[in-house]
Structure formats: C-alpha cells, structure tokens
C-alpha cells in the first residue's frame, strides 16, 4: 500500500532537513504506516453474542470492549468500567459504574443500556446464540433457556446511563476474566436496526473498542482494523490502520513476512524447526486444546470400543515433535498444561492428573477387534472431517495413516473445509470423526470438562454419561480445594471412557517483524494491536 503527503513549502523544508537524520526520517515514514497481519481463516461473524471459533473472536478482540479488558502485558484492567471492582452479595453482585468517555465509532456514548441489549440478546433462545452458557451463573438464565421467563429478566440492570448492575445466583471463581472477554455491549440501535443480521458484515456493525471493522462483507479474504478516534483511550493507540489478509498457506505467509508486506504472521511445522534461532520467531503455548471428536449419535462410531482403539493407536508425542514441530504440547488428560492450579500447594492440574492418554498399539487392537466383533464387520470406512489449514492437514494425514496401518480392515477419508464451514458442520453434528479444537477464555479446568456436558450446546460429539454428568454437578456445588479435587475426578473419569480424544496442546508461533514494539501474547490471549508501535 502506498501513502502518499500533500507537503507546504515550510514542512517540505523541515523534511529535508531531516533526511540527513536516518532514525527521525523513519519514524516520520512509520508514524501513518499500515500494520500488515495475517489470519489462518475466515471470521464467521463479527457479532459478540454469536461467535464461536477463534478467528471470529480474534476480530472481536481487536474492536469491542467489555467493562473490563486486558493490559498489554495481559492483566486484567477496566475497560469501559471505571475500575475492577469488589462483588457484593457472597460474590453475587456486582455494580459497575461506565466511563463517561465511552463511546462507540459513531461518537454515540456506551451506556449501561447496550450491556443490558448485548447479554439480554445472549440469553435470548430465539437469538441462537451457541454460546450462551457463558450467561449461566445469571439469575434467571435457567428460566429463560427453557422459555418459562422472558430474556428482560435476566439478571442485568441499567441502574442509569451509567451504572450497571449483574445479579448471580452464585460465586463465579473465575467471573472476572467473562467480564473481559465474554460480556461485550452492543449499540442498541445498531441492534434494533439489523436484527439477525447484526456482525454479518463490518457495515452492519459499530465498534467501541480501539478500532472499529472496516471492509469486511461477511466473506472476504482481507479487511482493515481502523483507529476508533472515538475510543475513550484513542490517544494512546498508536497505530492507526491494520490491514488483515487471511492467509492459509505458511509458505506464502512466509514469503510475505521476508518481503515485509506483512509484519505479524502464524508460521507452523517445519519453517519453526529450521529457523528456531530466528530473532523473528516468537513462539508460546496456548490455552486451547485440540482434538479428535467421534460422532455418539450415529450408529458407526457411538461404540466405546471405538473410541477407546482410536484414542490408543495415537501417539501423541509423535504428533508433535515430528508432524507439528511447533512447540505444542501432547495432551495427558482433558485439561491443558496451565490451565488450573491446585489452591493449595500451586501444583499443575495437568502435571498432577498424569498422563491418562498412553499410546498402546496392542490395547488399540483389541479394542479394534471388541468393535468389530459389536458391529458384525470386517472392513469399516470412516471420514475425517478437518479445516483446509497446512497444521488440520498434517495432522488429519497422520492420524489416517497411523489409524489405517495399526487397524486391520479401517480405511479412512479426510475431508478439509474452511473454518467457517467446519464450525457449521461442527453444531450440526454432520461429520463421523472431527479433527476440531477448544481455546478457553478463563484459567479455570470446568470450561473444558463441560464440553462433554449433557446439554451443553458445544458438545459436538452428543456423548452423554449419567455418571459424568453427576461427577460435574458435584464439582459445582463445592468451592477451593473440594471443587479441585472433584474437577479431577471428572477429568480422570472422562479419559477412562475417552467421552472425547484429546490431542495435543497448540503452540502458536509467530513471525513478527524487528521494526515493530508492543506485541505480547499469553495463555488466554493473542497480542492487541492497540499496544503496538512502529520502532
């Protein structure tokens, strides 16, 4: 992108004095400058109430704002709150008081009215939004589900125009980092005016984070994060344009790096093995998990026998020090490395679990033999569904290879697909076995074990168990090291009949350019751009 300035006689004088100064000619030619990013996928929606995969979430993140949002070292910090505040009530109520600067792209003001239109809209079942358990420790949101109360009664509260109020019906250990990441305002009129068809397009939605979506129709390749001059913090955000390219390949992004038309970019596989010594490389584990998903509703893969071979014939160490390459972690249980910590001696839930997900060839064999001998087959023919990424690839090719070679009589398609269309094959259970993943939002184990919930809308797999499900209601009713404790027992008892596979634990590995400052990453979240700078 070229940019083009319109120079008086005066300014055109001051600029020729300073080409003769390297560092003041740079930072003069960087101030207006374009960040150029990456994204593996495509965004299904720019709708807070509605997203469910990572790449929605990651537009989300650059352009909304909850009351509370994160540090550039990613601490949890207000937002459109004025501050983090003390819960009341046993930890039941919480009152927020809303900046006065608040504003939205349009210059409208946030009120404590658009967080009542945004979690009302949530917990609304006609809004279908597949999330919305994340709404479950509101009072009222039960009722609501089941239609016996209207979503008005959700317990949310605009107080005034800026004093807002959530009503629990019990303690949430971990409600501050949903206040983050999860509780996003929306403009009301914008919502009243769009309906359903609010966050299908950037015109059809209104920011107030630090930059407002530009450019984005619902299905193209490429948009632009513009600077919300509104945002009550705008003079802080440095940068003013980001232009992202989903960009699927690691070897164009690559190319795209070393030429510099981008300056952020997810690289994976070998390109992280060979250049592991790159000052450019930057690699960290994510919160999330990745997994193989095996359909209990349709009558060729409900059988345990079958999830219990193909869960056995894996090794998963193999998988991510020979195909992945990328830092990522084997999975040992249900729940990631990091992801909870045990209250009283700070050990490692994951670490203390213990590795419940062996490689066993000769135990997956006679599971093999156990399925076969149920269904009465000697030959079965299984797809693979997968995203269209170099890693959904990889990895999809080695798990029909080590499946077709230790399991006499498998033979295994895959079927790779974008992300948007994965995630809609995901809800409607139209797959046999699902090579898919979960990123967490919260430090806390439940997040993950609730995926195999009986009702919860993100079980893809539809398996239920009577005893998991008591297992999980039992770890709900009890707080510190009681609710610890019991979250294990649920772990090591959905591993036991592998209720789903886990994988391996991602890392992600970025490639980011030495003219560029302020972008840090964690365990919960990507980097911010609005903490970026050009050096």
């Known amino acids: 992108m070229k940019h083009f300035v319109w120079a008086t006689p005066l300014s055109l004088l001051v600029l020729l004095s300073l080409c003769g100064c390297g560092s003041a000619a740079g930072n003069t030619t960087n101030k207006n400058r374009t960040l150029n990013v990456t994204l593996d996928s495509e965004p299904a929606t720019a709708d807070p109430n509605k997203d469910t995969d990572t790449n929605s979430a990651s537009v989300i993140y650059q352009t909304m704002e909850g009351l509370y949002t994160y540090s550039k070292r990613n601490k949890i910090v207000a937002g459109v709150a004025t501050k983090v505040v003390k819960p009341t009530n046993g930890g039941k109520t919480y009152t927020f008081t809303l900046k006065k600067n608040a504003r939205w792209a349009n210059g409208q003001r946030v009120t404590a009215q658009d967080f009542v239109t945004s979690l009302q809209r949530m917990a609304n079942p006609k809004t279908k939004a597949q999330y919305a358990s994340v709404l479950s420790a509101f009072k009222n949101y039960a009722a609501i589900q089941k239609g016996t109360q209207p979503a008005s009664k959700l317990g949310v509260t605009a107080l005034s125009k800026t004093r807002l109020q959530f009503q629990l019906t019990k303690a949430v250990p971990y409600f501050n980092d949903l206040v983050a990441s999860k509780y996003y305002p929306l403009n009301t009129a914008a919502v009243k005016k769009h309906g359903q068809k609010y966050g299908t397009s950037a015109a059809k939605t209104v920011a107030n984070g630090p930059y407002k979506l530009v450019g984005w129709t619902g299905s193209n390749a490429t948009w632009h994060y513009v600077k919300n ?25 690559t190319n795209l790096f070393k030429s510099d038309k981008v300056q952020e970019t997810t690289v994976t596989g070998e390109y992280v093995r060979a250049n592991s010594n790159s000052q450019d490389l930057h690699t960290h584990v994510t919160g999330r998990m990745n997994y193989l998903y095996i359909n209990s509703q349709k009558a060729s893969t409900k059988s345990i026998n079958l999830r219990q071979a193909l869960s056995y014939v894996i090794n998963r160490k193999q998988l991510t020090s020979q195909v992945l390459q990328d830092g990522s972690k084997p999975a040992l249980s249900a729940v990631p490395q990091g992801d909870q910590s045990n209250p009283q001696t700070g050990e490692d839930m994951a670490k203390q679990v213990g590795n419940l997900l062996t490689h066993n060839v000769a135990k997956a064999k006679r599971y093999w033999a156990k399925y076969l001998n149920e269904t009465g087959k000697t030959k079965v023919a299984l797809n693979l569904l997968t995203d269209d990424t170099d890693d959904d690839k990889k990895v999809g090719a080695y798990l029909q290879s080590v499946m077709e070679k230790n399991l006499k009589g498998l033979t295994i398609t895959t079927t790779a697909i974008p992300h948007a269309q994965h995630v809609a094959r995901d809800f409607a259970g139209t797959f046999e076995l699902n090579l898919t993943g979960w990123s967490t939002n919260w430090l806390d184990a439940s997040d993950y074990l609730n ?25 709900d009713s009890k707080t510190g090291l009681a609710r ?3 979250l ?10 592998k209720g789903y596979v886990p994988l391996y634990q991602p890392s992600e590995a970025k490639l980011i350019s030495n003219k ?10 990507e980097a911010q751009y609005q903490y970026a700078y050009w050096k």
């Not at 945002?231 to 955000?237: I, L, S």
């Not at 995926?451 to 770890?475: E, H, R």
């Not at 294990?488 to 009949?497: G, R």
């Open 484 to 486: 610890y404790n019991a």
């Open 488 to 497: 294990m027992k649920a772990d090591k008892y959905l591993m036991s009949v």
């Open 516 to 525: 560029v400052g302020g972008l840090h990453y964690s365990l919960l979240n």
């Open 451 to 475: 995926l195999a919930a009986k009702g919860n809308s993100v079980n893809f797999t539809n398996w239920t168990s009577t005893t998991y499900n008591q297992l999980l209601a039992n770890a």
């Open 229 to 253: 001059t509104h945002y009550w913090n705008a003079q802080n955000v440095q940068i003013k344009r980001v232009k992202v390219a989903v960009t699927k390949d690691v070897n164009t992004a």
